[in-house]
């Protein structure tokens, strides 16, 4: 992997078959946070995928289980973002991309420089939470946890940096939650110490965003969809044909973050998560 050309996408993970590729594990680091410091877990609204559980607020008595004790939904920050997205989308330029999706902010900024100012500068959902948990929690440790791999890179970048202390993915909990004998579907269900909206949790899947954020706005722009970043590529070789106003939300992973690289280990297929987060 050339360092300055990964955009985080995660492709390399899930499709090379001899399973050489690994990603950075703060997962050492977060369990020794655990042993001595408040720790705060944003925890993105794709959990429900992770398992088939009876009940999808079984996966907070694993995390509970596994020393968390304070747990927020990410989809808090989500509801801020909404707000700034529909602000942009009244603006004069010709077109907007979204850029929730990290890896699509890395692809833009590396390989279609010339589209940067087209790209919405809004953070993300994971680092809008976090300046919300800084606040509440200015002391603690805050440790996103979800189903991509772009957000380990995203953390470090100089404009957020020092917001999130540690990402983890699904997969990476899965292996935890073996290492400690855990069997999920006999965990009790908890709840969230703070929730966001059913629309905020829709973020991670295709057309999310929009639904968040502008597509009840005036319909002065029209809205287009597009995930998988062959297809994102091939849009934006195109993009500059492009001759009325859009509003363009962008996903790196086919079907949203709820197919993303950082939950492999599922059980459930990429159909079967996009209907779990839509229920």
């Given at each position: 992997i050339i360092q300055s050309m990964c955009i985080g996408c995660g492709v390399c993970i899930a499709t090379c078959p001899h399973h050489a590729k690994e990603i950075h594990s703060d997962v050492n680091t977060i369990k020794e946070w655990l042993k001595t410091e408040q720790v705060v877990l944003s925890l993105s609204a794709v959990f429900p995928t992770a398992y088939y559980l009876e009940h999808p607020r079984q996966y907070l008595g694993i995390l509970r289980e596994l020393g968390f004790t304070i747990i927020e939904e990410t989809s808090i920050g989500a509801e801020v973002v909404a707000k700034a997205y529909a602000d942009e989308y009244r603006s004069d330029k010709k077109f907007i991309i979204s850029s929730s999706c990290a890896a699509i902010k890395n692809l833009i900024e590396i390989y279609y420089p010339q589209y940067l100012s087209s790209l919405s500068r809004q953070v993300s959902p994971m680092i809008a939470h976090g300046k919300i948990l800084r606040e509440k929690y200015p002391d603690a440790k805050i440790v996103y946890a979800g189903s991509c791999l772009a957000k380990k890179m995203e953390v470090h970048d100089k404009d957020v940096r020092g917001i999130i202390d540690g990402v983890l993915t699904f997969d990476e909990i899965d292996t935890w939650i073996k290492e400690e004998n855990i069997v999920p579907s006999k965990m009790p269900m908890e709840e969230f110490n703070a929730i966001g909206t059913n629309t905020g949790r829709l973020y991670p899947i295709t057309g999310g965003l929009a639904k968040n954020s502008v597509e009840k706005l005036d319909g002065s722009r029209k809205i287009l969809r597009i995930d998988g970043v062959k297809d994102c590529m091939e849009?934006?070789?195109?993009?500059?044909?492009?001759?009325?106003?859009?509003?363009?939300?962008?996903?790196?992973?086919?079907?949203?973050?709820?197919?993303?690289?950082?939950?492999i280990h599922s059980p459930l297929s990429k159909y079967e998560k996009v209907e779990m987060l839509q229920t």
């Open positions: 849009f934006l070789d195109e993009i500059h044909q492009l001759d009325k106003k859009y509003w363009i939300e962008m996903n790196a992973c086919e079907e949203g973050c709820v197919n993303g690289p950082g939950n």
